[in-house]
């Protein structure tokens, strides 16, 4: 009893698990997102957006009508409330369910700010969600989408704050995994961060692994059994996505892509991005660009 009356303060210690609650912590404070974009659209038959590649995040929350959608060459039909989540690079296509003649959707587009980081739209256990509270969560994307047109500065902030909260519904649920991007280990975080800062210039493992302090031969064995592949593979991946992106807004020659990126060599670099993008740097921008 207190001067105000009965009440008592309820205690959430240990309410949440250790996983869930660095999970949620990384969510907070380490997931630096850039939104490009927020509209709502009305789709009559006949409407399909055939199977495609794009160089930023996609999102799709349907608010009427059904749509069939396909993610990896998983087929699904949607409806109010459900929505996909696409990674950059990830083929996908969409359009309307068969026997339906209108639909209506929100759709967004994002990036992640540290790119060495990890992406935390592959993050999510499935490209396929359910909206918690669809009728709540589709009236605020298309206030959203509303502000997107004369305070887009505004609007982007609000859509940060919708996808972390999205994130965090889907970490509660054990849906939401960030890996090796909440990693508790402070060495490899710290090679993340180097990484993330230096992969555009002439640095190599041994470089990341003396930034760590770490003697580089304990250096990659830690770094690939908390990451999951060589720091060599992960600073070439940062290479080659951030040479993507390049590729898919802006029309530099390769060589200077290549250079951007990191690489000192442009037969180097085609032949890594061949063998990660299964086509040459030209072959991918065409692409990308349909």
């Avoid at 199977?51 to 608010?63: Q, S, Y």
């Avoid at 999510?124 to 500065?153: G, H, N, T």
């Avoid at 530099?252 to 990191?262: K, N, T």
Wanted: net charge positive; proline share 4%.
């Amino acid at each position: 009893m207190n001067r105000f009356g009965d009440e008592r303060l309820q205690s959430f210690e240990n309410a949440l698990s250790p996983e869930t609650a660095e999970c949620l912590t990384h969510i907070a404070l380490e997931t630096h997102l850039i939104i490009l974009n927020v509209t709502y659209w009305e789709c009559h038959a006949p409407w399909l957006v055939p199977e495609r590649r794009i160089c930023d995040n996609f999102m799709l929350f349907v608010e009427s009508g059904e749509e069939s959608i396909s993610v990896r060459g998983e087929k699904r039909i949607l409806r109010r409330g459900d929505g996909i989540i696409v990674p950059e690079f990830e083929p996908h296509s969409f359009g309307l369910a068969e026997g339906c003649s209108r639909c209506t959707h929100l759709i967004c587009h994002a990036l992640t700010e540290n790119i060495a980081g990890g992406n935390p739209f592959a993050c999510f256990q499935s490209p396929f969600v359910r909206l918690k509270y669809p009728s709540a969560s589709l009236a605020e994307l298309k206030r959203i989408a509303m502000l997107c047109w004369e305070y887009p500065d505004a609007a982007s902030k609000y859509m940060r704050a919708w996808l972390r909260s999205l994130m965090a519904d889907a970490a509660e649920e054990g849906n939401f995994h960030p890996g090796a991007v909440g990693c508790r280990e402070e060495r490899i975080r710290k090679a993340l961060r180097f990484i993330g800062s230096n992969f555009r210039g002439n640095i190599a493992v041994a470089d990341i692994a003396a930034h760590t302090g770490l003697r580089e031969v304990r250096f990659r064995a830690l770094f690939k059994k908390k990451v999951g592949m060589t720091p060599a593979a992960y600073l070439l991946r940062c290479r080659l996505l951030h040479a993507a992106r390049l590729l898919a807004r802006w029309d530099q020659s390769v060589r200077d892509v290549a250079l951007a990126s990191g690489f000192s060599s442009s037969a180097y670099f085609c032949t890594a991005f061949r063998q990660m993008f299964r086509r040459t740097p030209n072959a991918y921008r065409e692409l990308i660009r349909r």
